[in-house]
T-cell receptor, first 113, second 113 residues
Framework: EAQVTQNPRYLITVTGKKLTVTCSQN?????MSWYRQDPGLGLRQIYY???????DKGDVPEGYKVSRKEKRNFPLILESPSPNQTSLYFC????????????FGPGTRLTVT | SQQGEEDPQALSIQEGENATMNCSYK?????LQWYRQNSGRGLVHLIL?????REKHSGRLRVTLDTSKKSSSLLITASRAADTASYFC?????????????FGEGTQLTVNP
């Protein structure tokens, strides 16, 4: 089944403890992106990647890192999580090298205490 | 600030009625996309309309785009309870040339059986 998977789906952690949220797609898509969704703020883009080894900042990149070593995976790294990073995170991919017709993962709900 | 802003924020209708949601944006765009999100789940792409198009249909969905007013509307005809979801517009600004999408805050649609 063509899909974008994220792990974990739910995570409660403490301030400062490094964590990684994995994202994988099995559709051979070029473009991948991370978003966070917060009440009243909609979806905001964190980072995106138009191709392997090519990543760039979105609207809210502070406190996050990404890497794109292979086409299918695009992990999101929080080196030192803080409570203001408590949010619902979505990974998405697109069959184009552009942000068109994105396929979204199921989401990761992160709570940082 | 968000490129796209949806109006109304919430809409409640009866099954069988039509639902219209509006989106306004601020800068010149290459295209505008509409997505649907069922509660807490990943977004699903509905339709993409390019800046040189004025209207597009997909099943019960009709999207219009008025670039002179920087606005778009999504019409869902003959609504069903299963259409209950949040609907987001997302814009691909000319200045970012397809590398990024900017989402609005969404319209929460409730269709009562």
């Amino acid at each position: 089944e063509a899909q974008v998977t994220q792990n974990p789906r739910y995570l409660i952690t403490v301030t400062g403890k490094k964590l990684t949220v994995t994202c994988s797609q099995n559709m051979n898509h070029e473009y991948m992106s991370w978003y966070r969704q917060d009440p009243g703020l909609g979806l905001r883009q964190i980072y995106y990647s138009m191709n392997v080894e090519v990543t760039d900042k979105g609207d809210v990149p502070e406190g996050y890192k990404v890497s794109r070593k292979e086409k299918r995976n695009f992990p999101l790294i929080l080196e030192s999580p803080s409570p203001n990073q408590t949010s619902l995170y979505f990974c998405a991919s697109s069959p184009w090298t552009l942000a068109y017709e994105q396929y979204f993962g199921p989401g990761t709900r992160l709570t940082v205490t | 600030s968000q490129q796209g802003e949806e109006d109304p924020q919430a809409l409640s209708i009866q099954e069988g009625e039509n639902a219209t949601m509006n989106c306004s944006y601020k800068t010149s765009i290459n295209n505008l996309q509409w997505y649907r999100q069922n509660s807490g789940r990943g977004l699903v792409h509905l339709i993409l309309i390019r800046s040189n198009e004025r209207e597009k249909h997909s099943g019960r969905l009709r999207v219009t785009l008025d670039t002179s007013k920087k606005s778009s509307s999504l019409l869902i005809t003959a609504s069903r309870a299963a259409d209950t979801a949040s609907y987001f517009c997302a814009t691909d600004a000319k200045e970012t040339s397809g590398s990024r999408l900017t989402f609005g805050e969404g319209t929460q649609l409730t269709v009562n059986p």
